[in-house]
Each structure stands twice: as structure tokens, then as C-alpha cells.
């Protein structure tokens, strides 16, 4: 069986400037401390034990350092009615947590410690007047995408009626080409070659294009064609996540290594998520077009919970137990 080269991809680091940035106007962010150390960064260490986003981002709460420290309307509160001392003694328990940010949310106003201590200890300090609830969800979204297990596969990744489903094989087969029949057959193409797959829940892999190759297809003999500009914007997607691989082969391969009916269906593992697979034979003559969306189709009916070759497993067993004379 073909084996196509897989690339693993380290998430990229990001700092207190860039999460500003990208969510300033979304979350209506305003700098106001800590400008002197925009570069501050999360603790690489905190992100590789992390379990998920939300061990990135919360509440104040004193068991989980290194993470973006949210403040509502309770976390002010408890500051603010504390006399000096004991808010000084907060305030320094907080920086000693080493936050990479520190967020002011539901239009409460730091106190003018906080805005002294985040200045000392270069944090940088965020205020705006979105519920903290609504930073937290937004904040936890960006970082899980962001630091998401992610690697690199070779194949032709398209949207079938809604399926994220990727072509792999050996090089030679026509993916490409298979991968434009589909798109002039009303499909949408995601990303060709070169495939950036992210882990972005326990179950649940996406698949994106790299940005240099973003709506691009080549095929053998014509070159680089533009999908988006040739058949629209409809006929591109910027993501999906993966739900079936059709792996292409030659026929003395199929016939070789794979069951004609094989009893289980078939799995790869996708960054430890098992994604289901099909394998189909190239050959002169097949419609490999209407062979692929046949295989969504049947892939829709299993994750609808009918599975055609079970039914056909029980319906001659029960021919066999009723001495059926034409088996």
C-alpha cells in the first residue's frame, strides 16, 4: 500500500500583543498597564501540561499559575473592599502567578494598585465591558485552535456534502485530478498537496490549507489553476473537520492487502483520533467521481447508525436458519 509522508507541527508561541491584537475589536480591549513587556509570552511548560484551553485561561484562582488571569465583577469586588495591606498582599499573590495577561471584564475598573503592580511587574493589562463569561468562551476558543496538537499530510483535502474528506495515495494516481472532477461536480476544495490537520477536541480533528497554497489545485499537464477564481467562491472552504479518508490504490494492491468485504470497517489514526477510511482501486475506466460519493453517502448512513453490511450479515443468517435451498 502507498504511504504518503506525514510532518508534525509545533504550535506556533504567542504573545500578550498578538492575543490583544486579534481580539481588540471582538472583545472591545483596551491597553491601559504593562506596555513596557508586550512580547510576555505563556509559560511553554504550562502549555505542554495543560489538558485543554481552559488551563490557559479562568478566573482568579490561585491553584493554576501561568494562565490569563480574568477579573468580573466578583474577583474586583474582592479586591477593592479589602483594606491596603491585605489589597497589596492580593495584588503581589497575583503577580507572582505570573500571568501572561491580566483581562478586566463586565466595565469594572482596575484599582489603582493593580494598575500600579501590572505597570512594576510589566504584565500587560486588558479592560473591557463584555461579560467576563464571554471573554473566558472567546479567549479558550482562540487558544485550544491555536495551541491544538496539529500535523502535516500530503492529499487532497475537499468538502463532500458536508463531509471533510481527504484523497491520500501514492504519487501518480490522479488525486489531483480526481480532486477537480469533484469540485466541477459542485464540491468544495479545502486544500491540495499539502494538508495542516489540528486536534482541536478529544474527537474531533479540522484540516486547513497552509496559507501559501490557499485555493490552489495543481494538476499534471495544466499547472496551478485558481478554483476559487475558475468556479467561485462557493467552490472553496477554509476548513472542515475530517471525517473519512479514501485511499487510492492500484488494483494488484487492493487485491494484495484489503478484503473484498472486509468485515470491519477500516480506521487510521489522525493525531490519536481514528478517522474512517476507504480504499478504492484506480483503474482504466472506473468513475472514481461517483465511486468517492458513493462512499460519502454510505459514510453518512454509518454515522447515522445504518450499516448496510451488518443488515446484509443478518439478513442471510437468518436465509441460513430458515434452509434457504438457494444458498
Not at 21 to 43: K, M, Q, S
Request: glycine share 8%; proline share 4%.
Amino acid at each position: 500500500m502507498g504511504t504518503f509522508e506525514v510532518r508534525r507541527l509545533k504550535p506556533t508561541v504567542i504573545s500578550a500583543e498578538a492575543l490583544f491584537e486579534v481580539h481588540r475589536t471582538t472583545l472591545h480591549l483596551e491597553w491601559i498597564a504593562g506596555h513596557a513587556h508586550p512580547e510576555r509570552r505563556f509559560d511553554e511548560s504550562a502549555i505542554r501540561n495543560a489538558q485543554s484551553a481552559a488551563d490557559l485561561v479562568g478566573y482568579l484562582n490561585y491553584i493554576h499559575p501561568y494562565r490569563v488571569q480574568i477579573f468580573g465583577v466578583r474577583e474586583t469586588v474582592y479586591l477593592q473592599q479589602a483594606d491596603a495591606e491585605t489589597q497589596e498582599r492580593r495584588i503581589s499573590r497575583i503577580v507572582t502567578l505570573e500571568p501572561p495577561a491580566i483581562v478586566i471584564a463586565d466595565g469594572c475598573m482596575p484599582s489603582d494598585r493593580l494598575v500600579a503592580m501590572c505597570e512594576r511587574a510589566e504584565i500587560p493589562l486588558f479592560v473591557t465591558r463584555e461579560s467576563a463569561g464571554h471573554v473566558i468562551d472567546v479567549l479558550r476558543g482562540y487558544l485550544a485552535q491555536h495551541f491544538a496538537d496539529r500535523i502535516s499530510r500530503h492529499g487532497v483535502f475537499i468538502d463532500i456534502l458536508g463531509l471533510g474528506v481527504l484523497l491520500t495515495g501514492e504519487s501518480g494516481l490522479g488525486k489531483s485530478e480526481l480532486g477537480l472532477e469533484l469540485i466541477s461536480r459542485g464540491h468544495g476544495l479545502i486544500a491540495d498537496d499539502v494538508v495542516d490537520f489540528y486536534r482541536v477536541s478529544q474527537a474531533s480533528v479540522e484540516g486547513r490549507c497552509p496559507e501559501l497554497l490557499a485555493n490552489l489545485l495543481e494538476v499534471r499537464g495544466i499547472g496551478l489553476l485558481d478554483i476559487k477564481a475558475i468556479f467561485g467562491e462557493t467552490a472553496v472552504r477554509r476548513k472542515m473537520r475530517l471525517k473519512l479518508i479514501v485511499h487510492l490504490v492500484r488494483r494488484d494492491t487492493l487485491e494484495r492487502e484489503f478484503e473484498r468485504l472486509p468485515y470491519e470497517p477500516l480506521y487510521e489514526s489522525v493525531l490519536d483520533i481514528p478517522v474512517r477510511k476507504v480504499v478504492i482501486a484506480v483503474d482504466a475506466g472506473r468513475n472514481l467521481a461517483v465511486l468517492v460519493e458513493a462512499a460519502v453517502r454510505n459514510t453518512i448512513l454509518q454515522l447515522r447508525g445504518i450499516d448496510t453490511y451488518s443488515d446484509f450479515v443478518q439478513r442471510h443468517r437468518l436465509l441460513m436458519e430458515q434452509g434457504d435451498p438457494s444458498l
